[in-house]
């Protein structure tokens, strides 16, 4: 990039911070019989033996009352300010099975789901498996996570149990965050713009380098759109165990920008899912952190749904923004785990 490097204002329009606004504005709130049609519907599918991988929006209608809500939700995902807050799944009422379909059913008027890890699931469990998989991949361990983005166009939790202790979710925009480090330090953002070589945690592809050949920016624009990706831990193992990738100080000067503005009370919203209550954001606009957190032997472990969509149709962004080929998702790879071991200390 050269001296001239000015980057184009991100829309006011899609611009928030919680300084300005509260929760409120971004939640949606339907009741139990909002529900009531697609829960039949789904009652019906899980009798008849339907896996729920296998069943596409035309097998599992919203119903009158929740289609018009879902489809405001997909506007305000895709082209408003990329969060929301959706309270009223009756997770108390159903069985995990219906839970799930349930879940699945939402999704799918969404988006399209893709694979979260190389095991190939497109309904992922957030839930701690450490004590088997010590080197779980961040999703399925229970430290603290910091501010990123996931290789999807949008991500939702439904939160089925909370944890006895901790678990707190954390949502930014990367927009507002992008405009802030314009105004204070365009330096910097040049410098994110540029990008960083991805380490795929052992995710990769047979055949594909274990750090992505290319620089993948944190920010960019393409068509008029500007766009997020950021995980730091990527980042650094990258750097960490590849001699000709270099992180200066000046790198990670910009890091450190970014994530204290993430950290920032003004500019982000803090609480813990609560059972029934599902988080939705789009990946490119919106970055996500969690706190660590603890179960309790006398309660269920936390357990939240996860779903990867695809959008329709999809945002325009740079081809280099990509972390994993194939993406949207990340692509199987028979028998693997999504498991590595590092000497970064930081998810």
Request: aromatic share 8%; hydrophobic share 35%; net charge negative.
């Amino acid at each position: 990039m050269s001296s001239n490097f000015e980057p184009d204002p991100v829309d006011p329009a899609i611009l928030w911070r919680s300084s300005e606004s509260n929760l409120d504005t971004f939640t949606l709130r339907l009741a139990a019989s909002d529900f009531s049609p697609l829960v039949a519907v789904v009652q019906q599918h899980l009798a008849d033996g339907r896996p729920v991988d296998s069943l596409a929006p035309t097998d599992l209608p919203l119903g009158r009352q929740l289609a018009g809500p879902i489809a405001d939700l997909k506007q305000q995902l895709t082209a408003g300010c990329g969060f929301a807050l959706v309270e009223g799944f009756p997770v108390h009422d159903l069985s995990q099975a219906e839970i799930e379909m349930l879940f699945w059913a939402v999704g799918l008027h969404l988006g399209t789901p893709v694979s979260q890890s190389v095991m190939g699931e497109r309904l992922g469990h957030v839930t701690d498996v450490t004590k088997t998989d010590p080197d779980a991949r961040a999703y399925r361990n229970k430290s603290e996570l910091t501010p990123h983005t996931d290789p999807a166009d949008l991500l939702s939790f439904l939160c089925i149990h909370p944890a006895a202790h901790g678990g707190v979710s954390r949502f930014v925009s990367s927009m507002t965050i992008h405009e802030e480090i314009r105004r204070r330090r365009p330096d910097l953002l040049e410098r994110l713009y540029r990008g960083y070589h991805y380490h795929r945690g052992g995710e990769n592809r047979p055949g594909s380098t274990a750090a992505t050949p290319h620089r993948v920016p944190v920010f960019s624009q393409h068509d008029g759109f500007t766009s997020c990706r950021y995980v730091r831990y990527y980042i650094e193992v990258a750097a960490a165990e590849d001699d000709s990738i270099v992180l200066d100080d000046v790198d990670r000067e910009a890091f450190d920008l970014l994530e204290e503005l993430a950290a920032n009370p003004d500019l982000h919203f803090e609480f813990v899912l609560q059972s029934g209550q599902a988080v939705f954001a789009n990946n490119f606009t919106v970055m996500h952190a969690r706190s660590g957190f603890e179960n309790d032997p006398a309660m269920p472990p936390r357990l939240l749904l996860r779903l990867w969509l695809s959008a329709t149709p999809r945002r325009p962004v740079t081809p280099n923004i990509a972390h994993f080929d194939g993406e949207p998702g990340i692509p199987p790879v028979e028998g693997r785990t999504p498991s590595y071991s590092s000497t970064v200390d930081i998810q």
